[in-house]
């Protein structure tokens, strides 16, 4: 069973919303930093948002911020990320991850700690 498996991704024009999932199997995600992260094709790995696990502070790419909210559902052992007023530069796959912290520097394209990747979810924003 795979420990991270997202879901929620599609199709969606700009300007709508799209909530992605996360579901955390074989550890209880409440007790780690998690993570969402995006690939465009051809483009750098960006940190989208991370959940602290101390006491559930977030912290938001510049290209996100006031746009896509990260939170967690520790009875459902998920981690969700809803993605409002989307836009096509949004288009990319979206991962899920348990990290060592959460902190700007997680959602630097130079960070290399992340311990567990999900397998990701497409999302496409059309203009």
């Known amino acids: 069973q795979l420990p991270l498996v997202e879901s929620g991704g599609g199709l969606v024009h700009s300007g709508g919303s799209l909530r992605l999932s996360c579901a955390a199997s074989g550890f209880t995600s409440e007790y780690y930093p998690m993570a969402w992260f995006r690939q465009a094709p051809g483009k750098e790995r960006e940190g989208v948002s991370c959940i602290r696990a101390s006491d559930d502070s977030t912290v938001y790419a510049d290209s996100v911020k006031g746009r896509f909210h990260i939170s967690r559902d520790n009875a459902r052992n998920s981690v969700y990320l809803q993605m409002n007023n989307l836009k096509p530069e949004d288009t990319a796959v979206y991962y899920c991850?348990?990290?060592?912290?959460?902190?700007?520097?997680?959602?630097?394209?130079?960070?290399?700690?992340?311990?567990?990747w999900g397998q990701g979810t497409p999302v496409t924003v059309s203009s």
């Open positions: 991850a348990r990290s060592p912290e959460c902190s700007p520097a997680v959602l630097s394209p130079e960070y290399r700690l992340i311990e567990v």
